[in-house]
Each structure stands twice: as structure tokens, then as C-alpha cells.
């Protein structure tokens, strides 16, 4: 089965640095745009930043100048990197990923399990 496995610590303390990590796995045949979306309490789930395929990121304004996302097509794997955090950014954070399997022609929306950011006080 395909699924998206999150993995990372999500302690941190206001304004360290923290990595996420989401592996695709499963009879997968293409990867295409991945990205990040965050919810906090409360709030609507909102796109934190995406990647396509080809390595073209982009970014919502709030985060721009402290988080990065990159992907590593061998493995399958995009990351989050997040630096200087700031009070707005604890939430849960979901991995997502288009992806066509093995066997059909559509392409599918995945999510991963989702992980706690918590800045440390």
C-alpha cells in the first residue's frame, strides 16, 4: 500500500531549528508535487510550502524567511526545515504528496499521519 510516513522531532525551542521528513513508499510509479500544510488549534488547515517534481519550491509569505522545503527523489522523501520560529508556527503539520501507483492511470492525493510542533518554554 502507498502511504506518506512522517518522522522528526517537534520540540523546539523558540527560535531553533527543526526538520521534518516524510517518506512515500509502496508500488509507486511517480512522485509529483509535495508539500507541507500546518493546522493549529482552531484554525483551518493552510499550505505551508511546496515542491514540485523538478526541485521549484514555493513558499506562503509567513514563512519565507525561516523555512525551507526540499525534496530527495532517491528516497522518495521531502523535507522541512524551520528556523527562527516564530509564535504563529506551532501546529500540526501534514505531509502531502501526488503520486500515481501501480495499476492505475489516475494520480493520487496522499497525506501523512501528521506531527506535533511544539516550541518549548
Known amino acids: 500500500q502507498v502511504r506518506l510516513v512522517e518522522s522528526g522531532v517537534g520540540l523546539v525551542q523558540p527560535g531553533g531549528f527543526l526538520r521534518l521528513s516524510c517518506a512515500a513508499s509502496?508500488?509507486?510509479?511517480?512522485?509529483?508535487?509535495m508539500r507541507w500544510y500546518r493546522q493549529a488549534p482552531g484554525k483551518q488547515r493552510g499550505l505551508v510550502a511546496a515542491v514540485t517534481s523538478g526541485g521549484i519550491t514555493n513558499y506562503v509569505d509567513s514563512v519565507k524567511s525561516g523555512f525551507t522545503i526540499a525534496r530527495d527523489n532517491t528516497k522518495n522523501t521531502v523535507y522541512l526545515q524551520m528556523s527562527s520560529l516564530k509564535p504563529e508556527d506551532p501546529a500540526v503539520y501534514y505531509c502531502?504528496?501526488?503520486?500515481?501507483?501501480?495499476?492505475?492511470?489516475?494520480?493520487?492525493?496522499?497525506w501523512g499521519q501528521g506531527t506535533q510542533v511544539t516550541a518549548a518554554s
Open positions: 509502496g508500488s509507486i510509479i511517480s512522485l509529483y508535487a
Open positions: 502531502n504528496a501526488v503520486v500515481t501507483f501501480i495499476g492505475y492511470i489516475r494520480t493520487n492525493n496522499l
